[in-house]
């Protein structure tokens, strides 16, 4: 399966099983043997497919290095950024030269932007291994890093030239880390697609991964040609991150997996809009009720909604006092809800309240 990404410079999004050793193929399609590669991966999946795209693209006749950084979001920093620019340097890269991320959503965010800014922008092609990354990060352009007073806060958009996806590789991954994906899947589910939502509940989305992957990249697909740059649209994919976002920063982006965080934002933004009669009735208890399936968390237990929405200040989707959630009219359907952050805290007080009193009852 194939999908062509119509942004300024078109790419495809290879969807197929044994992709990971075609990496090469693909590469020589595109680029002049000349070109010199660097492979940027990470610790956990360098180990498991690092020598067989390094041999593909080898054996399709491109001379390889490659760059290794410690895996976790807590190493998603300008300190490991630096490091890739130095390896860059010393294999003497240039504008003319290429990247290949192979990972996670970390890999592809910090590779991608080590790609936009080392001589002020070279080429990259995405390799993404995880869940998460194959239906949402590898695609859209969105490159960056983590710092300590918010997430995603420093970065680019460049869109990679293709991004290679093997369903396959995800075997190998740990449980914990499709969970962690299935937070992303059923977001796209909640926005855009009421029957990948179905499919989602009645199990059938999960035992064919490769056409659940290639319906969420479809409809990222869209909304990035309809918005390459964020400043419309394509805010609805951000469902759920915004108070995700800020419970991930703090756990100190490491205690709460992105996936996870999400999740808990899509749940608690839903239950307000549904108190507020602007979503659907039942459409809370029916996202719980997935993200139970899913065996994602729905709440956290060690942040009050205070503490969460303080730390959204520097939320790239707020403007001033004005905080912007995107939620669901239904599943399938969104809107932007604009409120003051200080209404907002008072507003989960009273549903907490109420919810509290209900429970009881």
Same mark, same amino acid.
């Given at each position: 399966?194939?999908?062509?990404? %119509?942004?300024?410079?078109?790419?495809?999004?290879? !969807? *197929?099983?044994? =992709?990971?050793?075609?990496?090469?193929?693909?590469?020589?399609?595109?680029?002049?043997?000349?070109?010199?590669?660097?492979? &940027?991966? @990470?610790?956990?999946?360098?180990?498991?497919?690092?020598?067989?795209?390094?041999?593909?693209?080898?054996? /399709?006749?491109?001379?390889?290095?490659?760059?290794?950084?410690?895996?976790?979001?807590?190493?998603?920093?300008?300190?490991?950024?630096?490091?890739?620019?130095?390896?860059? $340097?010393?294999?003497?890269?240039?504008?003319?030269?290429? &990247?290949?991320?192979?990972?996670?959503?970390?890999?592809?965010?910090?590779?991608?932007?080590?790609?936009?800014?080392?001589?002020?922008?070279?080429?990259?092609?995405?390799?993404?291994?995880?869940?998460?990354?194959?239906? +949402?990060?590898?695609?859209?352009?969105?490159?960056? !890093?983590?710092?300590?007073?918010?997430?995603?806060?420093? $970065?680019?958009?460049?869109?990679?030239?293709?991004?290679?996806?093997?369903?396959?590789?995800?075997?190998?991954?740990?449980?914990?880390?499709?969970?962690?994906?299935?937070?992303?899947?059923?977001?796209?589910?909640?926005?855009?697609?009421?029957?990948?939502? =179905?499919?989602? @509940?009645?199990?059938?989305?999960?035992?064919?991964?490769? =056409?659940?992957?290639?319906?969420?990249?479809?409809? %990222?697909?869209?909304?990035?040609?309809? +918005? =390459?740059?964020?400043?419309?649209?394509?805010? !609805?994919?951000?469902?759920?991150?915004?108070? $995700?976002?800020?419970?991930?920063?703090?756990?100190?982006?490491? $205690?709460?997996?992105?996936?996870? /965080?999400? /999740?808990?934002?899509?749940?608690?933004?839903?239950?307000?809009? @549904?108190?507020?009669?602007?979503?659907? *009735?039942?459409?809370?208890?029916?996202?719980?009720?997935?993200?139970?399936?899913?065996?994602?968390?729905?709440?956290?237990?060690?942040?009050? &909604?205070?503490?969460?929405?303080?730390?959204?200040?520097?939320?790239?989707?707020?403007?001033?006092?004005?905080?912007?959630?995107?939620?669901?009219?239904? !599943?399938?359907?969104?809107?932007?809800?604009?409120?003051?952050?200080?209404?907002?805290?008072?507003?989960?007080?009273?549903?907490?309240?109420?919810?509290?009193?209900?429970?009881?009852?």
């Amino acid at each position: 399966m194939v999908i062509t990404v %119509k942004t300024d410079v078109p790419y495809n999004v290879i !969807i *197929e099983n044994g =992709a990971i050793d075609k990496v090469g193929e693909v590469v020589a399609s595109m680029y002049k043997s000349t070109t010199k590669v660097m492979l &940027i991966s @990470e610790t956990n999946v360098f180990p498991i497919y690092g020598d067989r795209v390094i041999k593909s693209i080898k054996d /399709a006749g491109f001379a390889v290095s490659h760059f290794v950084y410690e895996a976790g979001e807590q190493n998603k920093t300008m300190e490991t950024v630096m490091q890739m620019y130095k390896a860059l $340097g010393d294999a003497g890269f240039t504008r003319t030269d290429l &990247i290949v991320t192979l990972g996670g959503g970390v890999t592809g965010d910090m590779g991608g932007f080590a790609a936009a800014t080392f001589l002020r922008g070279m080429d990259f092609i995405q390799v993404p291994t995880s869940l998460l990354s194959q239906v +949402d990060a590898s695609v859209g352009g969105k490159t960056g !890093i983590d710092m300590p007073f918010g997430k995603n806060l420093v $970065g680019a958009f460049h869109q990679p030239r293709a991004v290679i996806t093997d369903p396959e590789t995800l075997k190998t991954l740990p449980e914990d880390y499709l969970i962690d994906g299935m937070g992303e899947v059923v977001k796209y589910g909640a926005i855009w697609d009421e029957e990948l939502f =179905a499919d989602l @509940e009645s199990g059938k989305a999960l035992r064919d991964l490769p =056409a659940t992957i290639y319906k969420c990249v479809d409809c %990222k697909r869209q909304l990035v040609e309809e +918005d =390459a740059h964020d400043k419309g649209n394509r805010i !609805i994919l951000n469902f759920g991150h915004t108070l $995700g976002h800020a419970l991930e920063k703090l756990h100190g982006f490491s $205690g709460l997996s992105h996936g996870r /965080a999400v /999740a808990i934002g899509m749940l608690k933004v839903t239950r307000l809009s @549904e108190a507020e009669n602007l979503t659907e *009735e039942g459409t809370s208890d029916r996202l719980e009720a997935l993200l139970k399936k899913m065996h994602l968390p729905t709440d956290d237990a060690e942040f009050p &909604i205070d503490k969460i929405i303080d730390a959204t200040a520097l939320d790239k989707k707020s403007t001033g006092r004005i905080l912007n959630l995107v939620c669901i009219k239904k !599943i399938g359907e969104t809107f932007v809800y604009k409120t003051e952050r200080n209404l907002l805290v008072l507003k989960y007080k009273i549903l907490e309240e109420q919810r509290s009193r209900n429970a009881k009852a």
